[in-house]
Each structure stands twice: as C-alpha cells, then as structure tokens.
C-alpha cells in the first residue's frame, strides 16, 4: 500500500474518531510505581538490558552518506565511531585506539582518509584495520590483525545506521525491526536533507520519553506551537512489535467532517504519522515537507538524558521561502521541545522523591505509553 493509501485509511480511522470525540484506547488505566522512574538499581538494570543490549539507531545513512565519512558520539560511556568505507558499507567501532586507548578520531563529524590517534599515531582505515604505526621498527613486532578496532554490531537499514553498544551481543536486525521495517522504509530517510542538527538536555528518560507518546497533552502545554495545528487527545496507535505508529488528526480534519472522499484533497495533509522505533527512536512529520528525528539517550545520571534533534528538509532549501519554511519548522520543534516538554519534564523529574505520588496512572487514551512499559518491563526481565 503506497503512502496516499495509507494516509486516506487513517483520515477514515481519524474522522471516525473525531466525530464521537474519542481516540484509539487501550483496555482500561495502567498504574506504574514511582520506583520505575526512580529506582537507581532498577535503572542500571533496564539500562543494561535495553540501551546496551538491543540495536539503537545511532546515525542517519545520509550522515555518512559518502565513502570516507564518519560520526562519533559517545552513548552511555561507549566511545563510537561510525565509519562508511569505500565498499560502501557502514561499520561502527569502539572509538578507541588498541595500543592505549586513545580516541582516535575526536572529530564529531567529517570525512577522512584514515583515523590517527593524536597519543602515538597508530593510524586505522575504515574497515578498522590498523594500517599504520610510528616508529615501529622500535617498538617490536606484533601482529596487525590482531590490534584493529574493535567492532561493535552494525547494520544498515531503513536510512538508519544501527548498532549495538557492546561488541559481544550480537543482533539480527530484520528480526528485531520485523513489521516496522515496512513503515520505516516508507519515509524514504536517504532521500532527505540535513537542515540542522543540535543536542537538548532533558529529563530522565522514561520522563522525557513519555512525551513523545501522547496527544492528550497538545492543546494545553503545547497550544501555542505543534497543538496549533493537531487535535488533542486524538490519536491513532498501531503496533510492530515493541515498535509503535502513532498518528495525531491535525486540525483540517474538522473541515473535511462529513465530506466524500473524493473532496478530501491530499489526506496526508489531515495526518501526523510518528514513528516510534523502541527504545529512544521518534520520527515525526510535522508541517509539509519537514520532518523532525529525536534520539533520546540516557546518560549516567538517571535524572537526566540527552536528545539529538535532526531537523529533516524533503530539499535543501534555497529560495527565501524555503528558508524560512523550513527555519520556522526548526523553531517550531525546538520550542516544543526545549521550552515546552522538558521545561515541565524537569518539573516532574524534580518532584519524583517528594512522595506526592507513589504511582502514575496512564489512562486508556495513553495506549502508547501503557505499550511502551510493558515492553520496558518485558525486554528488561532476566531470562
């Protein structure tokens, strides 16, 4: 089904919706301990079975869209370097030189020939090869092979480059994205352009994370950005797996109320399609030909996270309406984000061990976070 198709039947499934003032629910309210967003044991736990156990989606393809070019990040205290060669193939390494442990490229981002650390110039290519070493007539013989890179779990699909953050768990990546891959590859990443990209500090991570799966918050929090053009507590929710297709109505729905089809016009005009790759992974097309990518990494403090935001542009923009389409989209998102969301996600953060609540409650219009924890408690079990 190609994407007018899909968009037409969830226009059908939003007009349903809408017109008895409902949304898609889950079964019945789902309480959740406090002690999930708070306990440090707990968190380490889950921390160690999900983020460093399980494929994250660490890089757009067209971050290293060429043979030669390279991304570093450091996830959780995992230096990576993510490599494209010239076979054309995307590789992830420990960013971490093997005679002493050096970074050896501490470069965000670029394009090189090779990587040379800065300690003692051992030099690597981009297959992780060690290819160079100075001074080594003196320094004794060792066998290269055995001093390359250490490689972490790589895999390319879907326009996104995903990897495992410890080099001896390894993971099918069809299997894991299953369903989903469909969806995903429906957003044709490889084809878009990188407008901007800037990091945010927020909340911990299942505060910040749970605002990126709901709608029933959109007219009151964020009624002067995104909830300007989307209908609250309406929303569409579909499943792959622990993989999740959110969809909010946008408010044009009301003027096709009622309506033949056939008067509709483009229906992926009246739809917001998130994709929600688990753990850390939203895709949302917000307005026209933009679309927001938020990777939201834990980090060692269980208060806080940090989240790249990419802002996506269909072209790059050149003319003086282009530019400020698409810097308006940009401004757009980074106020919901930064000022809206996380603004009041480090208020909650903050009160967590104040004792006003020893449980939240999701409610049956939140069936994306209800499935969101319970995968969370399902992946984070001990075998």
Not at 96 to 123: I, L, N, Q
Not at 303 to 320: G, N, S, W, Y
């Amino acid at each position: 089904m190609d994407n007018k198709a899909v968009a037409r039947e969830l226009v059908r499934r939003a007009l349903e919706r809408q017109s008895v003032r409902s949304t898609d629910q889950a079964e019945a309210p789902m309480p959740l301990p406090v002690s999930a967003y708070l306990d440090p044991y707990r968190y380490r736990h889950e921390i160690d079975r999900i983020f460093k156990r399980l494929p994250l989606a660490l890089a757009l393809s067209i971050e290293i869209k060429e043979p030669g070019s390279f991304r570093t990040m450091e996830i959780l205290g995992v230096p990576v370097l993510i490599t494209r060669a010239d076979d054309g193939k995307a590789r992830a390494f420990i960013n971490t030189c093997r005679h002493r442990g050096a970074p050896v490229c501490e470069e965000k981002h670029g394009k090189s020939d090779r990587f040379v650390c800065r300690y003692h110039a051992w030099s690597y290519d981009h297959c992780g090869k060690l290819v160079g070493m100075y001074g080594q007539s003196t320094f004794g013989d060792i066998d290269r092979s055995a001093f390359g890179l250490t490689p972490l779990p790589c895999a390319e699909r879907c326009g996104l480059v995903w990897v495992g953050l410890r080099p001896d768990v390894q993971f099918d990546i069809d299997e894991w994205l299953g369903d989903f891959a469909e969806q995903l590859n429906s957003l044709k990443l490889t084809e878009w352009y990188i407008y901007t990209q800037r990091e945010l500090e927020g909340p911990g991570w299942k505060v910040a994370w749970d605002g990126y799966l709901e709608s029933y918050h959109h007219n009151t929090l964020h009624a002067n950005t995104v909830g300007k053009f989307t209908i609250g507590n309406l929303m569409l929710h579909d499943t792959y797996g622990p993989h999740q297709r959110i969809t909010f109505g946008r408010k044009s729905l009301m003027d096709i109320m009622g309506k033949p089809e056939s008067e509709w016009g483009d229906p992926e005009e009246h739809v917001r399609l998130i994709h929600s790759g688990f753990p850390n992974l939203s895709i949302s097309g917000i307005l026209g030909d933009h679309a927001l990518v938020s990777q939201v990494f834990p980090t060692d403090r269980p208060d806080r996270t940090i989240t790249r935001q990419t802002v996506l542009a269909a072209r790059e923009p050149k003319t003086d309406a282009e530019k400020a389409a698409t810097e308006g989209f940009s401004q757009v998102t980074l106020t919901a984000v930064k000022d809206e969301d996380y603004e009041i996600g480090l208020k909650i953060q903050k009160g967590l061990e104040s004792g006003g609540n020893r449980e939240f409650v999701f409610g049956r219009n939140e069936p994306a976070l209800q499935h969101y924890h319970k995968w969370v408690a399902r992946l984070s079990a001990v075998d």
